[in-house]
């Protein structure tokens, strides 16, 4: 059995980043209302946002199973 410290010298090391750093490096900003969220354009038709509502609750329901 190896050790954590083995392990990990095993794979590639990075700095750790805070992630609000990494938020600030990005430019990332606090969401400020539920309207920055909104996405009107995401489907293009009715048609194909109820495909993916019927695919999203077809997987809910065999992950319940």
Do not use: I
Not at 3 to 26: D, K
Not at 39 to 64: I, K, M, N, Q, T
């Amino acid at each position: 059995m190896s050790s954590n410290a083995e392990q990990s010298s095993e794979w590639p090391t990075a700095e750790h980043v805070p992630a609000e750093e990494l938020a600030r490096r990005q430019g990332v900003r606090p969401v400020v209302s539920v309207d920055d969220l909104a996405r009107p354009d995401l489907f293009e038709s009715d048609a194909e946002l109820d495909d993916f509502l019927a695919d999203l609750y077809a997987s809910r329901r065999a992950g319940a199973e």
